[in-house]
């Protein structure tokens, strides 16, 4: 069964920092990786979606990186903006086209 | 990109009542949907995978008698919440993937907030 941790659960930086989501998983047999953003009360807005043979994705200021053999994913999002203060989450896509996530990470972008 | 919709977004019902909601795919069609509830600070957890056409194929430890999933087409799924208690109250949240196209991205709904008093 695939278990997701993402690492940190919360971060708090002050604006124009750069920010870095790790996302770890355990099967690493997978179709590929979305991630997403997910603001308080709402649905999930698909960032970016990066395929298993893939090693990287770039979508403006976000860029993702996979590592399938290790089961990692990381999200960079540069110059952060108060805007970005949402929850990210990763989900890779795996057997019966399923996604699991992780716990999430909690952004906090100060002014 | 492609649009799921949920119907309706909020609902508060009694104690003991039933509860439909609605998945929409509106540009593209779907052959499977997917339910996940979503607990205060907490993260999505499948529920089920909705196939078209056919039964509904339920995660561990969810009852299926009392969240009954119907898809009914290639772009419409519905989930209902039987004799509702309160410990089912949650956001709803269903996704969708473009039929055929497992490399493609999976699309969301913006989710149903239920209330159950």
């Known amino acids: 069964k695939q278990e997701v941790t993402q690492i940190p659960a919360a971060l708090s930086v002050p604006e124009g920092e750069n920010l870095v989501l790790n996302c770890s998983f355990t099967d690493s047999a997978i179709y590929n990786l979305q991630w997403f953003r997910q603001d308080p009360g709402k649905g999930l807005t698909s960032l970016l979606l990066?395929?298993?043979?893939?090693r990287e994705q770039t979508s403006g200021r976000l860029n993702a990186s996979l590592d399938k053999s290790s089961g990692r994913s990381t999200l960079y999002i540069a110059a952060s903006q108060p805007g970005d203060s949402a929850t990210y989450l990763c989900g890779p896509k795996a057997a019966g086209n399923k996604l699991t996530f992780g716990g999430g990470t909690r952004v906090l972008v100060k002014p | 990109g492609a649009v799921v919709s949920q119907h309706p977004s909020w609902v508060i019902c009694k104690s003991g009542t039933s509860v439909k909601i609605e998945c929409r795919s509106l540009?593209?069609?779907?052959?499977?949907m997917f339910w996940y509830r979503q607990f205060p600070k907490q993260s999505l957890m499948l529920m089920a995978t909705s196939n078209e056409g056919s039964k509904a194929t339920y995660e561990q430890g969810v009852e299926k008698d009392k969240f009954l999933i119907n898809h009914a087409s290639l772009t419409l799924s519905t989930l209902t919440v039987t004799s509702a208690h309160p410990e089912d109250s949650s956001f709803y949240i269903c996704?969708?993937?473009?039929?055929?196209?497992?490399?493609?991205?999976?699309?969301f709904g913006p989710g149903t907030r239920l209330t159950v008093l």
């Open positions: 990066i395929q298993s043979s893939q």
């Open positions: 996704s969708a993937d473009p039929a055929g196209e497992v490399y493609n991205e999976q699309f």
């Open positions: 540009d593209f069609q779907a052959t499977t």
